[in-house]
C-alpha cells in the first residue's frame, strides 16, 4: 500500500507491506477503495486488467563488470553467432543488449533493477545489515521508445502509432506516474520479511 503524498526526505510516496497467505484473502472488492484527496492523479492507479506473465530479463550493463560489458560491445561476435540481431545496432552494440535483453522496464515483481539516472546503488538491511533485494517496481511506463520490443504482442501496433490520445496510452495502463516519469522500487531483507522495507526512486 502506499500514501498518495509525496513524503520526505526523497520526495516519493511513502509505502507499508503486509504479508498474507491466499487463505487470509477474504472476499475481494467489486469497486476499488479511492483516497479522499491526493497530491496529484498520477498517484491514483486507474483500475485496468492484471495479466502477469513470466519473462527472461538480464542484468542492466551497469550491473556488469568490465570485460563483460566489452565482450558485449563486440558486434563481430554477434555475427559469428549468427543470431540474426537488427543490423541497426552495428555501430552501438552495447545498446542492443540494454533495449532488448536486459533489465525489463514496466511494473514487475523481483527481476533486476533498472539503473540509469543513479549508478548502482546496494540497499543493505538497517537491522541485520543484509544486502536487500528488489521485490517490486512500481513504473510509470511498461516501455518507451528505446524498449519497445518489451511491449506485449497484442499492445504492439498500438505501441508504435502516432499520435497517441491523451490517457490511451497503451504503454500506461495504471495512469500511474512516479516522479518525474521514474520508477519507485521497493527492496526486502532476503533474511526476514519481518525486516523494514526500504524504497529507491529513479
Given at each position: 500500500m502506499?500514501?498518495?503524498y509525496d513524503h520526505e526526505p526523497h520526495a516519493k510516496p511513502s509505502t507499508a507491506l503486509f504479508w498474507r497467505s491466499a487463505e487470509e484473502v477474504g472476499d475481494v472488492l467489486a469497486v476499488p477503495p479511492e483516497p479522499y484527496e491526493a497530491d496529484w492523479e498520477g498517484y491514483v492507479p486507474e483500475p485496468c486488467l492484471l495479466a502477469p506473465e513470466q519473462i527472461t530479463e538480464y542484468p542492466n550493463g551497469l550491473d556488469l563488470g568490465a570485460e563483460?560489458?566489452?565482450l558485449l560491445g563486440d558486434w563481430s561476435r554477434r555475427q559469428a553467432a549468427e543470431v540474426g540481431v537488427d543490423?541497426?545496432?552495428?555501430d552501438y552494440p552495447q545498446e542492443f543488449y540494454d533495449s532488448e535483453l536486459a533489465d525489463a522496464p514496466g511494473w514487475k515483481v523481483g527481476g533486476?533493477?533498472?539503473?540509469?539516472?543513479a549508478d548502482p546503488y546496494r540497499r543493505f538491511c538497517a537491522v541485520c545489515d543484509a544486502q536487500m533485494v528488489p521485490l517490486l517496481t512500481i513504473a510509470s511506463f511498461e516501455w518507451d521508445g528505446g524498449t519497445r520490443g518489451w511491449a506485449p504482442?497484442?499492445?504492439?501496433?498500438?505501441?508504435?502509432?502516432?499520435g497517441q490520445v491523451?490517457?490511451?496510452?497503451?504503454?500506461q495502463?495504471?495512469?500511474?506516474?512516479?516522479?518525474?516519469?521514474?520508477n519507485l522500487q521497493l527492496?526486502?531483507?532476503?533474511?526476514?520479511?519481518?525486516?523494514?522495507h526500504t524504497g529507491l526512486i529513479q
Open positions: 502506499w500514501c498518495p563483460v560489458r566489452q543490423s541497426s545496432y552495428a533486476w533493477p533498472p539503473w540509469g539516472r504482442y497484442e499492445d504492439q501496433a498500438a505501441a508504435f502509432a502516432a491523451a490517457g490511451q496510452n497503451p504503454a495502463p495504471t495512469a500511474v506516474e512516479v516522479g518525474s516519469t521514474d527492496y526486502v531483507c532476503p533474511a526476514s520479511p519481518e525486516h523494514p
